[in-house]
């Protein structure tokens, strides 16, 4: 098994401009979260997903940030427009639906100038 | 309100010794789980350990176990013979609510030090 795959790993762009985050969930998994680490601010929940679903987006800090899961195997997360402060890593992570341990993609690590 | 609370911002500890690191949680829900995760320099969140709401037992991995105390919503990882490579940021996350709507919320995490 391949585990949860992020792309890009590092991303740098413009402020203003349109970022968008890819993942690939584990084959299988019914749940899928997004997080965003920063120093200030930890490792915080921005949507999860279950069965293809939004079922919680309030960590979502704002309008510029839109998700979306169209199949099983695929999720984005995308920033329109982009601003400084949007610069983190941005994990994806999936597991099965019950209470089950999350598996975390490697990360995109986003920089905007 | 936070959720998880991991109060020890640092630990120090030395190679070979056990060490425990604090993670009180908060739920009013009677079905949930609890997970740690390390995070080394290198940013890949390693999962470590689980313990469900219901086990009896305390959960056991290798050199890592959690102390469950259910009633003083507590579930503390310790870390038995350190090794230089065990220093890294550790999560402790819970899972809570009905199967399908379960997020996973992390604490601000604990980073531990492993001197030789």
């Known amino acids: 098994d391949a585990g949860v795959i992020q792309s890009p790993r590092h991303e740098v762009t413009e402020m203003g401009q349109e970022v968008t985050l890819r993942c690939k969930p584990i084959s299988g998994h019914n749940s899928l979260f997004w997080y965003r680490q920063t120093m200030m601010r930890g490792l915080e929940l921005l949507i999860y997903f279950n069965n293809n679903v939004p079922i919680d987006d309030s960590g979502m800090p704002e309008d510029r940030f839109s998700a979306k899961m169209p199949n099983a195997s695929f999720s984005t997360l995308k920033i329109q427009p982009s601003e400084p402060r949007d610069s983190a890593v941005y994990f994806c992570?999936?597991?099965?639906?019950?209470?089950?341990?999350?598996?975390f993609g490697q990360g995109t690590r986003l920089t905007v100038v | 309100a936070q959720k998880i609370t991991q109060t020890q911002p640092g630990m120090f500890v030395q190679e070979k010794e056990a060490v425990t690191l604090d993670c009180t949680y908060d739920?009013?829900?009677?079905?949930?789980?609890l997970f740690w995760y390390k995070q080394p320099s290198s940013g890949e969140m390693i999962f470590l350990i689980y313990q469900g709401s219901y086990d009896q037992q305390n959960a056991t991995e290798g050199r890592y176990s959690l102390n469950f105390q259910k009633a003083r919503k507590s579930a503390n990882l310790v870390i038995s013979a350190s090794q230089l490579g065990d220093s890294a940021m550790y999560f402790c996350?819970?899972?809570?609510?009905?199967?399908?709507?379960?997020?996973?919320?992390f604490g601000t995490g604990t980073r531990l030090l492993v001197s030789p």
């Open positions: 996350a819970m899972r809570e609510g009905y199967t399908g709507f379960q997020k996973l919320v």
């Open positions: 739920t009013s829900d009677p079905s949930y789980g």
């Open positions: 992570a999936s597991s099965r639906a019950s209470n089950t341990e999350a598996f």
